[in-house]
């Protein structure tokens, strides 16, 4: 008889991500690129394996082909494994009828199958649109000692910031004694993060119950976890100290990365005892020409540099021409930025040509993003004004 998993994770990753607009016209939101060398669904998969969770269903549904076929059998992040391992787990029809997934619970409802086969003492939820480096194992080790029956991992937040999140109103020892959904006037800083460990036994319960109710969001922070606390269960907070970003918005995906340059970043990605691992393109070492220049920039393999690039970072096999210059601006992977182009605080998908002597993006107002979509032509001379967002090729 197989042995029983002690905890195994379900990592939500069927997102639209609508408000990252075109970047996920054609991809499910934890399949954009980060970083250079990474996409946002290698932070959670990296955390589960660096801390010793090696069972992880994902669950799908938004154009989840690009997603399916970067986690292939799981081999970069240690998770092809005989018995446990990275499984894909998209909507599927059964006997009695089929349907997409309705909301974050019911989508680990529609896959309590999958977790019983492996019989685990507690089920991790987890969300794949967030940058950060967690211990899961220290969290569980928390809601051991507490006898908890769910734990939800929080962060502290600006109290002034806290309306913007579900907020977590704590008792003696971080006992849960109230929720509140993105509250007017919030009573506590300590901001939700999606993530979640629950006893197995009374996941299953709650899930069911749920599920047979007709007025229900089928949400977890909008009706299961309010269940339990109005039926007196032990719920308790983890507090996170370390750095984590909801990457769900323009703004903060930009303001991600950025957090990765200069010489003492806020976010260290390249830390050995926490490796984030990702499946990389196989390409050379990235070239510098004689005339070009990179300063305070992540350059990623493949890439060809003749013009300048400062406070940047570029993903692999992007072409910078001569007298071209790009700066503070995040490009994904395969793009051309031809002779005397100028790119600027933007955000490039993957495949996008930028024209000779074209302008885009405007230093003059930086926190206007611009965002420029797949495989989209930028004509010679053409100029895109900062903030503006341009679709990619259909």
């Known amino acids: 008889m197989l042995s029983k998993k002690e905890c195994v994770a379900m990592l939500l990753a069927g997102g639209q991500g609508s408000r990252l607009f075109t970047l996920t016209s054609k991809i499910a939101k934890p399949a954009v690129p980060f970083g250079g060398k990474y996409r946002i669904i290698d932070f959670p998969l990296s955390n589960c394996i660096n801390s010793g969770i090696d069972t992880v269903g994902v669950l799908t549904q938004y154009e989840p082909l690009e997603l399916n076929d970067y986690i292939g059998n799981g081999q970069p992040w240690d998770l092809d494994r005989m018995y ?23 989508a680990i409802y529609q896959n309590m199958s999958f977790i019983k086969r492996y019989n685990p003492e507690y089920v991790l939820i987890l969300s794949g649109d967030h940058i950060y480096k967690m211990n899961y194992h220290k969290m569980l080790d928390f809601h051991k000692e507490r006898g908890a029956d769910v734990t939800v991992a929080t962060i502290e937040v600006p109290l002034e910031e806290a309306s913007r999140f579900g907020v977590v109103n704590v008792g003696e ?51 299961i976890l309010p269940s339990m606390l109005a039926d007196g269960q032990r719920m308790f907070a983890y507090v996170f100290s370390g750095y984590w970003k909801d990457v769900g918005t323009i703004d903060s995906l930009y303001e991600a990365n950025m957090d990765l340059l200069g010489s003492n970043p806020s976010f260290d990605i390249s830390d050995s005892d926490w490796k984030i691992h990702s499946k990389n393109p196989i390409a050379p070492p990235h070239y510098i020409g004689l005339n070009g220049e990179v300063k305070g920039s992540i350059v990623a393999l493949g890439c060809e540099i003749e013009g300048k690039v400062e406070n940047s970072i570029l993903s692999a096999n992007v072409t910078v021409e001569e007298g071209a210059c790009v700066s503070g601006s995040v490009i994904f992977s395969g793009c051309t930025v031809k002779k005397g182009a100028k790119v600027i605080n933007t955000i490039i998908d993957e495949n996008a040509v930028i024209g000779e002597n074209a302008v885009v993006g405007s230093a003059e107002e930086p926190k206007k993003i611009t965002v420029l979509g797949r495989e989209l032509v930028v004509a010679e001379g053409e100029v895109i004004e900062g903030g503006k967002i341009v679709e990619g090729v259909k």
Not at 176 to 193: D, H, R
């Open 84 to 106: 446990g391992g990275v499984h894909i787990l998209s909507p599927y029809q059964a006997k009695k009828g089929s349907e997409w997934y309705k909301g974050t619970a019911n």
């Open 173 to 223: 020892g971080n006992q849960i004694v109230e929720f509140e959904e993105k509250p007017k006037k919030p009573k506590s800083n300590l901001a939700s993060m999606g993530i979640y460990i629950f006893n197995a036994e009374k996941l299953y319960k709650y899930l069911e119950e749920d599920e047979q109710k007709e007025k229900t969001s089928n949400d977890f922070g909008k009706n």
